[in-house]
C-alpha cells in the first residue's frame, strides 16, 4: 500500500477494482484494511468485496486458492487519534516499512510472484526509524546481492537501468567506477535476457553533455569510467555490434520510433547528439548519421496530421534508409 497517509491505498482500490486486473492475476494486498475502507468513504465508492486475512493467518497459510482473486493480508496498525491524511507521521513510516517487509516476505517464500509498492514518504520513514533511501535499498538487502544490484525501469518501449539511485546530482561522479557501470550493463544484460527471452541491444549513455566531447565537457568521466566498463563488455562476447555510450534515446520515448533497440543503461539524461567527425570509425559515424536521419523523419512519420499518400512516401523513405544502412555496414 505505501504510505498509508499518501495515494497508496487510493490506487491500491483502484487495482482491486479494476476486472480487467483481476483477470489476469491474483492481487495479494499487503494494507491496513481500515485504512482502505476509511478511503473508500472519504472517495464516495462502496467497500470491494474481498478476503482479508490477518497477517499470521496468511503466513500460516498453506493453501492461498480458498480466498478470492483479491485477498488483504490486514497490518491492523495505524491509531486514527493521530492519523491524517497528506500528513508525515512516524506511525505511517513504520507501517509503510512493514507492508513492505511482509510483501518481501511473500515473494521470498513462494506465496506471490512479484511485488508492485505503492509510494513511501521517505522522511515518515526515517521518523520511525528507518534510514533507507528508498524501495530498491530494501529489496536489495533482504536478496542478500552483495552489492551487486541496480534500478531498472521496464516498459515494452524502452527499459532504462540506473547506475546510481537516490543521490544528489552533485554526488554522481563520486559514486561512478568502470566496475559499478560493468555490473549495471551485466545485470542489464542477464535481466532482459530473462524478461525477452532473447538478447537484447543495449545502448550506454554518457554523463555529460555531448558525451564529454572527448574531456571537453565534465571531469574525464567517460574515458576514465563509462569507456572502460563498454571495453570490458565488448570482452564479455555479448555480440553488441555497437555499443556506444551518447545520450540519445530522446528520439525513441518522443516520436516513439520502432527501433532494434530493447535497453538503455542510463546515468543521466543529455539531449544533443555527438557531431560528426572524420577521426571516428566508419561503424560509428554511420551510427551517429543514422539517429540524425531518425530525427528528421520521426515527425514526419508520427504527425498527425498527414494524409495517406503523403505518409506511404515517408514509410517508403524511412525503408530507404535502412537499406542504405544495412548495404553501407556490409560494403565498409
Not at 497459510?61 to 491492523?76: E, G
Not at 509503510?96 to 515473494?107: E, K, N, V
Not at 534515446?249 to 546515468?267: E, G, S, W
Not at 554511420?286 to 495517406?308: H, N, R, V
Request: with cysteine.
Amino acid at each position: 500500500m505505501g504510505d498509508p497517509a499518501g495515494v497508496g491505498p487510493e490506487l491500491i482500490l483502484r487495482a482491486a477494482r479494476s476486472l480487467e486486473l483481476r483477470s489476469q492475476c491474483d492481487l495479494h494486498i499487503f494494507a491496513d484494511w481500515k485504512v482502505l475502507q476509511e478511503c473508500c468513504r472519504h472517495l464516495g465508492w462502496s467497500i470491494p468485496e474481498v478476503s482479508v486475512v490477518s497477517v499470521e493467518a496468511y503466513q500460516e497459510c498453506d493453501n492461498l486458492q480458498l480466498y478470492d482473486t483479491v485477498l488483504v493480508i490486514d497490518h491492523a496498525e495505524i491509531d486514527f487519534a493521530q492519523f491524517e491524511i497528506g500528513k508525515v507521521s512516524q506511525q505511517c513510516g513504520h507501517l509503510a516499512f512493514r507492508l513492505i517487509q511482509s510483501s518481501i516476505d511473500a515473494a521470498i517464500s513462494g506465496k506471490i510472484s512479484a511485488v508492485a509498492t505503492g509510494p513511501i514518504n521517505k522522511l515518515a520513514l526515517k521518523a520511525a526509524g528507518y534510514n533507507y533511501p528508498g524501495h530498491t535499498e530494501m529489496f536489495a538487502e533482504r536478496a542478500a546481492t552483495d552489492d551487486r544490484w541496480c534500478m531498472m525501469q521496464y516498459s515494452p518501449t524502452i527499459t532504462c537501468t540506473f547506475a546510481t539511485v537516490h543521490c544528489g546530482y552533485a554526488q554522481v561522479p563520486k559514486l561512478l567506477s568502470a566496475e559499478r557501470i560493468l555490473d549495471t550493463i551485466l545485470l542489464t544484460d542477464a535481466a532482459l535476457n530473462r524478461i525477452l527471452r532473447k538478447k537484447p541491444k543495449l545502448l550506454v549513455c554518457g554523463l555529460n553533455p555531448h558525451a564529454g566531447e572527448s574531456g571537453l565537457f565534465g571531469d574525464g568521466e567517460e574515458e576514465r569510467f563509462i569507456s572502460p566498463a563498454i571495453e570490458a563488455a565488448r570482452k564479455k562476447a555479448f555480440g553488441w555490434k555497437v555499443l556506444c555510450r551518447q545520450t540519445r534515446f530522446l528520439f525513441l520515448t518522443v516520436y516513439r520510433i520502432a527501433m532494434p533497440l530493447c535497453a538503455c543503461i542510463t546515468i543521466r539524461v543529455t539531449f544533443p547528439l555527438r557531431p560528426w567527425h572524420s577521426s571516428l570509425p566508419l561503424i560509428q559515424r554511420l551510427d551517429y548519421l543514422w539517429f540524425g536521419l531518425q530525427s528528421i523523419m520521426a515527425p514526419l512519420l508520427t504527425s498527425p496530421g498527414k494524409e495517406k499518400p503523403n505518409r506511404i512516401v515517408y514509410l517508403l523513405l524511412y525503408a530507404w534508409l535502412h537499406l542504405w544502412l544495412i548495404v553501407s555496414l556490409l560494403s565498409r
